[in-house]
Every structure is written in structure tokens, then in C-alpha cells.
């Protein structure tokens, strides 16, 4: 089973602050996903990475940047954090293997912007 | 507005020992397709992967896909108290695999 682990896992900020959520996976895989999820919306991708060193925006990257400074890591950053920015983030990995492709998830970050 | 559809829309109570069947329609073509399941507060777990011509099987779960009606189902048969939680599809899409998700479907089943 892939393994991907989040810090933190509840975090309350203020707004303004800066707020930087953390992800690691122990799986190699190249790929690495940022999404945040809202009751009616299921869970929309952020920020995504195909390696070291890269950052691709997804669907609603407004407000969010993403590092991933090794293939192990890859980080969500708030600079200026607002209340709609309040809710559940899911970092994940994945990769083809055999043909077919699957994306692991963390356990998530429940952030509270205040 | 949402590219993939789930159907139920919201929520579905079943007896236990009842079948299931999860629906999510795509606006665009089909490629592959993932499900997830979630307890409330959790992880998303993958359940079943599915290319778009296959028929995936795991236990209780069957899933199937068809590309030229741009839809795909989750059967699930046999229900148990500990199926409860939510249901995710997510279209895959793209040369990094992204993913684009349903809003969910709650599952309740009852004794």
C-alpha cells in the first residue's frame, strides 16, 4: 500500500497569515496532487507536480502555491490566507504501473481560517 | 459547472444485504476511471480502476465503463453496515493523470 503522510492534520490560522501545508510519500512516484474538498464539490485538484523541481496549477490555484523541492515532498502554500480558503486538503501521489495508473491519498489537513 | 455527475445525486440509504448501483456521467470522452470510498473525517481509499473497456472486479464491487455513452457504475452487491460512507468517482484525464471528481454519494446502509 502506497504511503502518504500530511502535517499537519488540523491547523487554525488567522487571516493574512501564511500557512504552509506539508506532504511526503515513501513511493517513488513521479506525480504529486494538491486538492482541497467542500461539501457539493467533491475534491478539486490546486497544484500538481510531475517531479523535483516542478509545479503545474490545476483547476483553482488562485491563492495557492505549491514547491516540491524533492520527489519525496511537495508543499501547499497559503501566503495571504482568507476564510474561503477554510477546508479539508488531501495531498496524493500516483504512477503507472503494469498499465494501470492509481492515485494514493493522505490522510488530509483540516485547515480553519479565521 | 461539474464536468462528472454521481448519481444517486446526494445520498442513498439501503437494508443491509440490498445491491447498489453508483452512476457518474462525464461531459467529455471517457478515458479511465477511478473509485474511491471515504469514511467520514478520512482517507480516500481506491477501490476499483477501470479503463474505459474493462470490467473491474474486487470482492462485493464491480465496476464497469462505457466510453461511448461517456458513463460509468459502481455495483455493489450484498451490502454491509461497514459499506457506509461516501462514494467517489473521478475521471482520469490528461498526460499527468489528474484527476476530476464527482461530488459523492453518501451511502447508508441500515440493519
Known amino acids: 500500500e502506497a504511503a502518504v503522510t500530511q502535517s499537519p492534520r488540523n491547523k487554525v490560522a488567522v487571516t493574512g497569515g501564511k500557512v504552509t501545508l506539508s506532504c511526503n510519500q515513501t513511493?517513488?512516484?513521479?506525480?504529486m496532487y494538491w486538492y482541497r474538498q467542500d461539501t457539493g464539490h467533491g475534491l478539486r485538484l490546486i497544484h500538481y507536480s510531475y517531479g523535483a523541481g516542478s509545479t503545474e496549477k490545476g483547476d483553482i490555484p488562485d491563492g495557492y502555491k505549491a514547491s516540491r523541492p524533492s520527489q519525496e515532498n511537495f508543499s501547499l502554500i497559503l501566503e495571504l490566507a482568507t476564510p474561503s480558503q477554510t477546508s479539508v486538503y488531501f495531498c496524493?501521489?500516483?504512477?503507472?504501473?503494469?498499465?494501470?495508473?492509481?492515485?494514493?491519498f493522505g490522510p488530509g489537513t483540516r485547515l480553519t481560517v479565521l | 459547472g461539474q464536468q462528472v455527475q454521481q448519481s444517486p445525486p446526494a445520498s442513498l440509504v439501503l437494508q443491509e444485504g440490498e445491491n447498489a448501483e453508483l452512476q457518474c456521467t462525464y461531459s467529455t470522452t471517457l478515458n479511465s476511471m477511478q473509485w474511491f470510498y471515504q469514511r467520514p473525517g478520512g482517507r480516500l481509499v481506491s477501490l476499483l480502476y477501470?479503463?474505459?473497456?474493462a470490467e473491474q472486479r474486487g470482492g462485493r464491487l464491480t465496476s464497469s465503463a462505457a466510453s461511448n455513452e461517456s458513463r460509468s457504475s459502481l455495483h455493489i452487491s450484498s451490502s454491509q453496515i461497514t459499506d457506509s460512507g461516501t462514494y467517489l468517482c473521478?475521471?482520469?484525464?490528461?498526460?499527468?493523470?489528474?484527476?476530476?471528481f464527482g461530488a459523492g454519494t453518501r451511502l447508508a446502509v441500515c440493519p
Open positions: 496524493a501521489s500516483g504512477d503507472e504501473a503494469g498499465g494501470v495508473y492509481e492515485q494514493y
Open positions: 477501470s479503463p474505459s473497456w
Open positions: 473521478a475521471k482520469l484525464s490528461g498526460s499527468f493523470n489528474k484527476l476530476t
Open positions: 513511493n517513488n512516484h513521479n506525480n
